[in-house]
């Protein structure tokens, strides 16, 4: 589903993110990717969701190699892919429902489908209440559980998690993690960096481990 | 966003890439209009610049318009008027314009009786009673009033004052007087004027231009994040650029709009003076507005300005950065 060969990504300024990743999820499979602030946790989703390019190595996602991708295919790749940030980059001048239909809209949907598959997404992250409210009158928690929800509402077959329980206290951040376990009992892929280590443990799931890169 | 609901019938469900297309369209156009609607002070300031913009040449272009209509044939203010000898007779003054009316750059030629004249004449004055007191019989002589083909006039000036000698050279006449200086002179001054339209036109529409895609980018900055989360979740560059192109589209008809309302509403104060003066040199002249094709022209000339401006507003933006979250 995601394989990593011998990627290695150094940004414009210099700074080598990644080097020589190998690295392989398979379909449906759900795992923490964890390491020190500055490991390349964030590079390595970004690669994955198209975000940055790789200098070296081949990044397979669902059985294509996205270096082979063309700039004007991107868009639809990403359609397949849900990323959740710990800043959740909600849309501020919209409404809770708005937020979550924008991927919808994208995908050219008729308006009573968007509201019947937001309402569904809504239903999952337990926020149907709060659909017309502005994400600024939520707390952190149901702000991330809406970036959540604006993820999974086109259905990817792959989540992709930054960091999503960054500013939330323990409890709201077992809640959320949950949440994304029953995304993956669904038949998503699922990969989570979190530094977070307790509570990633207690999920009993498989933990990828990055290294810091010495110099 | 849109609460309108729309059926789908069976034959477009067999079109979805149609139905996404509409669908994004629809979002576009009403997504784009509301942000219109809900940061009014701006978008008005930004109206008013567009239509005052474009009022300025447009107003020029119909009072140039109208000053042309002045100088039309079928007004026949342009004539040369040939004062005929005393003997000639009805007949031959008939004769005589027969052959004129043939020559080449005439339209048009009138015979005026001497017997008419002196009864419009009489009346003019309070009666026939008053001439005849004065111990005149009919003075006037027959008078052939001819109407120049001016198109033939226009870049040259020569042939018409050759057709004047050439009419002056008849038997007949024994003068000939002409109001076609000052029209061949108005027609060269609405040349030159209309020239001035043009460069007035080009930059004045150039400000539209400027106007539009400097809002579009104000609008473009303040959306860089939304721009940013369409990106990372699929939105390709014709989805994000859609509504803001909309967004340029509505500034130019709505600016285009109102500029034609401006137009016309000072031709409506101008309208009663310009009766009264037309009155005094007995004319039967009036202003007339824009017709339907000249409008159409306009609001097509603004949209364009609008979508334009909007066009290289976002290409700009999209060409400098993929993501940047």
Known sequence: ?215 | MTTNSRPTNQKDRNKPAFISWWNHVNTAMSFSLRRLWFNPISTWITLAAIAIALSLPTGLHLFLKNLQTLTDDQRQIPTVSLFLHEGVTEQQAQDRADLISELDGVTKVIVQNSEVAFAHMSELMGGKETLESLGKQNIFPHVLVVTPDLSLSDERHIPIQELIKTLKSYPEVKSAQSDIEWVVKLRAIIMIATRIVWVFGSLLGLTVLLVVGNTIRLDIENRKEEIDVTRFIGGTRAYIRRPFIFGGLWYGLFGGIISLVVVHTSLLFLIPPVDKLAKLYSSHFTLSGLDFTTTFYILIISCSLGVLGAWVAVSRHLRKQEVIL
């Open chain 1, 1 to 215: 589903m995601i394989q990593f060969q011998n990627v290695s990504k150094q940004y414009p300024t210099g700074q080598l993110a990644l080097y020589n990743i190998n690295l392989a999820l398979t379909t449906g499979e759900m795992a923490f990717l964890t390491g020190h602030s500055g490991a390349g946790k964030s590079t390595l989703l970004k690669l994955i969701a198209m975000l940055e390019r790789p200098n070296q190595g081949e990044i397979i996602v669902n059985g294509q190699s996205i270096n082979r991708i063309k700039q004007r295919q991107i868009p639809n790749f990403r359609r397949h892919i849900g990323m959740i940030f710990q800043n959740h980059h909600l849309l501020m001048d919209r409404s809770v429902f708005e937020n979550i239909a924008l991927p919808l809209r994208i995908s050219g949907l008729h308006h009573r489908d968007i509201r019947r598959r937001v309402q569904a997404s809504l239903d999952k992250v337990s926020l149907l209440n709060k659909q017309k409210a502005n994400p600024m009158m939520l707390s952190a928690g149901e702000q991330q559980r809406v970036g959540i929800a604006r993820a999974v509402v086109n259905k990817p077959t792959i989540i992709l998690a930054d960091e999503p329980t960054g500013n939330l206290d323990p409890e709201l951040a077992e809640d959320i993690m949950r949440t994304f376990q029953q995304f993956n009992e669904l038949g998503a892929t699922v990969l989570i960096a979190s530094h977070d280590h307790s509570l990633i443990e207690r999920m009993k799931k498989r933990i990828i481990v990055l290294q810091k890169i010495i110099h």
